[in-house]
Protein backbone atom coordinates (compact mmCIF):
# COMPACT_ATOMS: atom_id res chain seq x y z
CA UNK A 1 0.00 0.00 0.00
CA UNK A 2 1.36 3.63 -1.01
CA UNK A 3 0.97 5.72 2.24
CA UNK A 4 0.71 9.11 0.79
CA UNK A 5 -2.43 8.13 -1.68
CA UNK A 6 -3.50 5.40 -0.01
CA UNK A 7 -3.68 3.07 -3.26
CA UNK A 8 -2.88 -0.62 -3.55
CA UNK A 9 0.07 -1.74 -5.20
CA UNK A 10 -1.69 -3.44 -7.78
CA UNK A 11 -3.68 -0.30 -8.47
CA UNK A 12 -0.56 1.39 -8.45
CA UNK A 13 1.20 -0.67 -11.08
CA UNK A 14 -1.58 -0.13 -13.05
CA UNK A 15 -1.30 3.62 -12.64
CA UNK A 16 2.16 4.24 -13.41
CA UNK A 17 1.74 1.97 -16.50
CA UNK A 18 -1.00 4.45 -18.03
CA UNK A 19 -0.35 7.67 -16.34
CA UNK A 20 -3.68 9.66 -16.93
CA UNK A 21 -5.56 7.09 -15.00
CA UNK A 22 -3.45 8.40 -11.80
CA UNK A 23 -4.14 11.68 -12.67
CA UNK A 24 -8.04 11.16 -12.22
CA UNK A 25 -8.50 9.59 -9.19
CA UNK A 26 -10.70 12.30 -7.23
CA UNK A 27 -11.46 11.61 -3.58
CA UNK A 28 -15.34 12.36 -2.97
CA UNK A 29 -15.20 12.54 0.87
CA UNK A 30 -11.66 13.09 1.47
CA UNK A 31 -10.73 9.13 1.77
CA UNK A 32 -7.90 8.55 0.27
CA UNK A 33 -8.45 6.08 -2.47
CA UNK A 34 -7.90 2.18 -1.61
CA UNK A 35 -8.71 0.63 -4.73
CA UNK A 36 -8.60 -2.99 -4.78
CA UNK A 37 -9.22 -5.17 -7.95
CA UNK A 38 -11.40 -8.13 -7.47
CA UNK A 39 -10.78 -11.02 -9.77
CA UNK A 40 -13.57 -13.62 -8.52
CA UNK A 41 -15.84 -12.48 -11.31
CA UNK A 42 -12.88 -15.13 -13.36
CA UNK A 43 -15.27 -17.86 -12.18
CA UNK A 44 -17.71 -17.30 -14.48
CA UNK A 45 -15.80 -17.36 -17.59
CA UNK A 46 -13.59 -20.23 -19.64
CA UNK A 47 -9.66 -19.14 -18.96
CA UNK A 48 -8.94 -16.45 -21.14
CA UNK A 49 -11.28 -13.83 -20.23
CA UNK A 50 -10.45 -11.75 -17.69
CA UNK A 51 -12.82 -9.64 -15.51
CA UNK A 52 -12.10 -7.15 -13.00
CA UNK A 53 -14.15 -5.79 -10.00
CA UNK A 54 -14.34 -2.18 -8.33
CA UNK A 55 -15.38 -1.52 -5.25
CA UNK A 56 -16.68 2.37 -5.20
CA UNK A 57 -15.40 2.85 -1.63
CA UNK A 58 -15.88 7.03 -1.83
CA UNK A 59 -13.72 7.65 -5.15
CA UNK A 60 -14.79 9.00 -8.37
CA UNK A 61 -12.76 7.66 -11.10
CA UNK A 62 -13.05 10.11 -13.92
CA UNK A 63 -13.35 9.55 -17.97
CA UNK A 64 -10.50 8.97 -19.71
CA UNK A 65 -9.93 11.34 -22.93
CA UNK A 66 -11.69 9.37 -25.52
CA UNK A 67 -14.69 9.00 -23.40
CA UNK A 68 -15.36 12.68 -22.38
CA UNK A 69 -17.73 12.72 -25.32
CA UNK A 70 -20.26 10.72 -24.24
CA UNK A 71 -20.65 11.84 -20.75
CA UNK A 72 -21.53 15.67 -21.05
CA UNK A 73 -24.14 15.76 -18.51
CA UNK A 74 -23.17 13.50 -16.28
CA UNK A 75 -23.37 13.81 -12.64
CA UNK A 76 -23.48 12.57 -9.27
CA UNK A 77 -24.32 8.27 -9.03
CA UNK A 78 -24.28 8.08 -13.10
CA UNK A 79 -20.78 9.65 -13.73
CA UNK A 80 -19.32 7.47 -10.74
CA UNK A 81 -21.00 4.67 -12.20
CA UNK A 82 -19.52 5.18 -15.41
CA UNK A 83 -16.12 5.92 -14.51
CA UNK A 84 -16.27 2.77 -12.03
CA UNK A 85 -17.22 0.55 -15.08
CA UNK A 86 -14.99 2.00 -17.58
CA UNK A 87 -11.72 1.83 -14.62
CA UNK A 88 -13.12 -1.76 -14.03
CA UNK A 89 -12.66 -2.62 -18.29
CA UNK A 90 -9.18 -0.91 -17.86
CA UNK A 91 -8.13 -3.44 -15.33
CA UNK A 92 -9.52 -6.20 -16.85
CA UNK A 93 -7.90 -5.27 -19.95
CA UNK A 94 -4.65 -5.03 -18.28
CA UNK A 95 -4.97 -8.03 -16.61
CA UNK A 96 -5.52 -9.56 -20.35
CA UNK A 97 -1.98 -8.05 -20.84
CA UNK A 98 -3.56 -5.22 -23.51
CA UNK A 99 -3.30 -1.31 -22.99
CA UNK A 100 -5.46 0.24 -20.62
CA UNK A 101 -7.48 2.47 -23.28
CA UNK A 102 -10.65 4.83 -23.28
CA UNK A 103 -13.63 2.49 -24.17
CA UNK A 104 -15.87 5.02 -26.45
CA UNK A 105 -19.38 4.86 -25.89
CA UNK A 106 -21.87 3.07 -29.20
CA UNK A 107 -25.10 4.78 -30.58
CA UNK A 108 -26.96 2.25 -28.53
CA UNK A 109 -24.92 2.75 -25.03
CA UNK A 110 -22.63 -0.40 -25.84
CA UNK A 111 -19.21 0.28 -24.63
CA UNK A 112 -16.48 0.35 -28.21
CA UNK A 113 -14.11 -2.36 -27.40
CA UNK A 114 -10.63 -2.02 -29.16
CA UNK A 115 -10.08 -3.99 -32.19
CA UNK A 116 -9.35 -7.44 -31.14
CA UNK A 117 -11.28 -7.47 -27.81
CA UNK A 118 -14.68 -8.55 -27.15
CA UNK A 119 -16.18 -7.34 -23.03
CA UNK A 120 -18.66 -6.20 -21.17
CA UNK A 121 -19.22 -3.93 -18.74
CA UNK A 122 -21.73 -3.74 -15.25
CA UNK A 123 -22.32 -1.89 -12.05
CA UNK A 124 -24.35 -2.19 -9.11
CA UNK A 125 -24.93 -0.19 -6.03
CA UNK A 126 -21.03 0.47 -5.20
CA UNK A 127 -19.12 -1.58 -7.40
CA UNK A 128 -18.72 -1.83 -11.02
CA UNK A 129 -17.34 -4.83 -12.69
CA UNK A 130 -15.59 -6.27 -16.55
CA UNK A 131 -14.91 -8.41 -18.95
CA UNK A 132 -13.11 -9.08 -21.44
CA UNK A 133 -11.15 -11.67 -23.95
CA UNK A 134 -9.21 -11.54 -27.35
CA UNK A 135 -10.82 -12.35 -30.55
CA UNK A 136 -11.13 -14.72 -32.44
CA UNK A 137 -10.92 -16.97 -29.01
CA UNK A 138 -14.18 -15.28 -27.71
CA UNK A 139 -17.13 -13.71 -30.38
CA UNK A 140 -18.89 -12.88 -27.03
CA UNK A 141 -19.04 -11.80 -23.52
CA UNK A 142 -21.71 -10.51 -21.50
CA UNK A 143 -21.63 -9.49 -17.51
CA UNK A 144 -23.83 -8.57 -15.20
CA UNK A 145 -24.44 -7.90 -11.37
CA UNK A 146 -27.34 -7.77 -9.84
CA UNK A 147 -28.31 -7.21 -5.75
CA UNK A 148 -29.32 -10.48 -4.64
CA UNK A 149 -32.78 -9.17 -3.95
CA UNK A 150 -36.22 -10.72 -4.24
CA UNK A 151 -37.50 -9.12 -7.88
CA UNK A 152 -41.53 -7.99 -6.91
CA UNK A 153 -44.00 -10.34 -8.04
CA UNK A 154 -45.60 -7.54 -10.38
CA UNK A 155 -42.52 -8.52 -13.03
CA UNK A 156 -42.03 -12.08 -12.47
CA UNK A 157 -44.28 -12.80 -15.40
CA UNK A 158 -42.72 -10.53 -17.65
CA UNK A 159 -39.03 -11.86 -16.92
CA UNK A 160 -39.31 -15.51 -17.35
CA UNK A 161 -41.91 -17.97 -18.30
CA UNK A 162 -43.10 -20.44 -15.62
CA UNK A 163 -41.21 -23.36 -16.54
CA UNK A 164 -37.92 -21.45 -16.74
CA UNK A 165 -38.59 -20.84 -12.57
CA UNK A 166 -40.07 -24.05 -12.58
CA UNK A 167 -36.08 -25.77 -13.65
CA UNK A 168 -34.89 -23.20 -11.46
CA UNK A 169 -36.35 -25.33 -8.36
CA UNK A 170 -36.47 -24.21 -4.90
CA UNK A 171 -33.21 -25.39 -3.73
CA UNK A 172 -31.91 -22.82 -4.71
CA UNK A 173 -33.24 -19.67 -3.74
CA UNK A 174 -37.06 -18.57 -3.68
CA UNK A 175 -38.92 -17.61 -6.52
CA UNK A 176 -38.39 -13.67 -6.13
CA UNK A 177 -34.47 -14.18 -6.64
CA UNK A 178 -35.00 -16.62 -8.84
CA UNK A 179 -36.78 -14.23 -11.31
CA UNK A 180 -33.95 -11.64 -10.25
CA UNK A 181 -31.00 -14.46 -11.27
CA UNK A 182 -33.34 -15.05 -14.59
CA UNK A 183 -33.45 -11.64 -15.15
CA UNK A 184 -29.74 -11.01 -14.84
CA UNK A 185 -28.91 -13.81 -17.14
CA UNK A 186 -31.08 -12.40 -19.69
CA UNK A 187 -29.18 -9.06 -19.14
CA UNK A 188 -25.79 -10.48 -19.43
CA UNK A 189 -27.01 -12.41 -22.96
CA UNK A 190 -28.59 -9.15 -24.38
CA UNK A 191 -25.18 -7.43 -23.32
CA UNK A 192 -23.15 -9.99 -24.93
CA UNK A 193 -25.01 -10.44 -28.40
CA UNK A 194 -25.91 -6.90 -29.10
CA UNK A 195 -22.22 -5.77 -30.71
CA UNK A 196 -22.78 -8.87 -32.92
CA UNK A 197 -26.77 -8.96 -33.84
CA UNK A 198 -28.07 -4.84 -33.06
CA UNK A 199 -31.16 -6.12 -32.41
CA UNK A 200 -33.32 -5.47 -29.22
CA UNK A 201 -34.31 -8.59 -27.66
CA UNK A 202 -37.24 -9.12 -25.41
CA UNK A 203 -37.26 -11.31 -21.77
CA UNK A 204 -39.44 -13.68 -23.76
CA UNK A 205 -37.11 -14.25 -26.84
CA UNK A 206 -34.93 -15.98 -24.93
CA UNK A 207 -35.34 -18.67 -22.08
CA UNK A 208 -32.65 -19.52 -19.15
CA UNK A 209 -31.85 -22.65 -17.58
CA UNK A 210 -30.00 -23.15 -14.70
CA UNK A 211 -28.45 -26.32 -13.22
CA UNK A 212 -27.51 -25.65 -9.62
CA UNK A 213 -25.57 -27.96 -8.93
CA UNK A 214 -22.68 -26.92 -11.48
CA UNK A 215 -23.58 -22.87 -11.21
CA UNK A 216 -24.44 -23.25 -15.35
CA UNK A 217 -26.79 -22.24 -17.35
CA UNK A 218 -27.98 -22.88 -20.99
CA UNK A 219 -30.07 -20.15 -23.16
CA UNK A 220 -32.77 -21.17 -25.76
CA UNK A 221 -34.24 -18.28 -28.30
CA UNK A 222 -37.37 -18.72 -29.33
CA UNK A 223 -40.03 -15.17 -30.91
CA UNK A 224 -38.20 -12.63 -33.03
CA UNK A 225 -34.55 -14.25 -32.59
CA UNK A 226 -34.11 -15.33 -36.05
CA UNK A 227 -30.60 -16.01 -36.25
CA UNK A 228 -30.44 -17.90 -32.53
CA UNK A 229 -29.31 -20.90 -34.46
CA UNK A 230 -25.99 -19.30 -34.46
CA UNK A 231 -25.52 -18.61 -30.53
CA UNK A 232 -26.53 -22.11 -29.11
CA UNK A 233 -22.96 -22.53 -28.11
CA UNK A 234 -23.76 -19.67 -25.31
CA UNK A 235 -22.29 -20.84 -22.17
CA UNK A 236 -23.94 -19.16 -18.70
CA UNK A 237 -22.15 -19.08 -15.43
CA UNK A 238 -24.03 -17.41 -11.99
CA UNK A 239 -23.02 -16.73 -8.52
CA UNK A 240 -24.62 -15.60 -5.64
CA UNK A 241 -22.34 -14.36 -2.99
CA UNK A 242 -21.78 -11.25 -0.74
CA UNK A 243 -25.15 -9.60 -1.47
CA UNK A 244 -24.58 -9.91 -5.01
CA UNK A 245 -25.47 -11.92 -7.99
CA UNK A 246 -23.21 -12.17 -10.78
CA UNK A 247 -23.82 -13.90 -14.32
CA UNK A 248 -21.59 -14.61 -17.17
CA UNK A 249 -22.03 -15.25 -20.69
CA UNK A 250 -19.79 -16.44 -22.91
CA UNK A 251 -19.45 -17.44 -26.70
CA UNK A 252 -16.31 -19.42 -27.80
CA UNK A 253 -15.19 -19.40 -31.88
CA UNK A 254 -14.73 -23.18 -32.05
CA UNK A 255 -13.73 -23.24 -35.61
C1 LIG B 1 -28.27 -2.12 -21.46
C2 LIG B 1 -28.91 -2.84 -20.32
C3 LIG B 1 -28.84 -4.33 -20.68
C4 LIG B 1 -28.10 -2.53 -19.05
O1 LIG B 1 -28.36 -3.40 -18.02
P1 LIG B 1 -28.49 -2.97 -16.49
O2 LIG B 1 -28.59 -4.24 -15.72
O3 LIG B 1 -29.57 -1.97 -16.35
O4 LIG B 1 -27.18 -2.18 -16.13
P2 LIG B 1 -25.69 -2.69 -15.89
O5 LIG B 1 -25.08 -1.76 -14.92
O6 LIG B 1 -25.60 -4.13 -15.58
O7 LIG B 1 -25.01 -2.47 -17.32
C5 LIG B 1 -24.83 -1.21 -17.85
C6 LIG B 1 -23.72 -1.29 -18.85
O8 LIG B 1 -24.11 -2.16 -19.93
C7 LIG B 1 -23.40 -1.74 -21.09
N1 LIG B 1 -24.37 -1.64 -22.18
C8 LIG B 1 -25.34 -0.74 -22.32
N2 LIG B 1 -26.01 -0.95 -23.46
C9 LIG B 1 -25.43 -2.01 -24.05
C10 LIG B 1 -25.69 -2.70 -25.26
N3 LIG B 1 -26.66 -2.35 -26.11
N4 LIG B 1 -24.91 -3.77 -25.57
C11 LIG B 1 -23.91 -4.15 -24.74
N5 LIG B 1 -23.62 -3.51 -23.57
C12 LIG B 1 -24.38 -2.46 -23.24
C13 LIG B 1 -22.76 -0.40 -20.79
O9 LIG B 1 -21.39 -0.58 -20.59
C14 LIG B 1 -23.45 0.04 -19.50
O10 LIG B 1 -22.66 0.79 -18.63
P3 LIG B 1 -22.20 2.27 -19.05
O11 LIG B 1 -23.36 2.96 -19.68
O12 LIG B 1 -21.75 2.90 -17.77
O13 LIG B 1 -21.07 2.04 -20.03
C15 LIG B 1 -30.36 -2.44 -20.10
O14 LIG B 1 -30.43 -1.19 -19.51
C16 LIG B 1 -31.15 -2.37 -21.38
O15 LIG B 1 -31.05 -1.43 -22.15
N6 LIG B 1 -31.98 -3.37 -21.63
C17 LIG B 1 -32.84 -3.40 -22.76
C18 LIG B 1 -32.87 -4.76 -23.32
C19 LIG B 1 -33.34 -5.79 -22.33
O16 LIG B 1 -33.18 -5.65 -21.14
N7 LIG B 1 -33.96 -6.86 -22.85
C20 LIG B 1 -34.35 -7.94 -22.02
C21 LIG B 1 -33.24 -8.86 -21.73
S1 LIG B 1 -33.04 -9.97 -23.07
Known amino acids: MDVET ?58 APEELAFTKGFQGKRLAEFGLGRASARCALQRLGQPAVGIPVGRNREPL ?22 KPTFTALGLDLEPAEPLEASLWERISRPAELQRLGGALVTPGLGVRLIFSAKESVYKAL ?62
Open 194 to 255: WPLTKQFLDFHDLQTWFDAESGCFSVTFSGKTGDADEFTGLEGRFLLADGLIATGVSLRNHS
Open 113 to 134: WPPGIVGSITHADNCAAAVVGL
Open 6 to 63: GISVTQHDLLAARPWIGTLWLTMSGTPPNAQIITVLDALFPSGATTAMLAAGGVVTAP
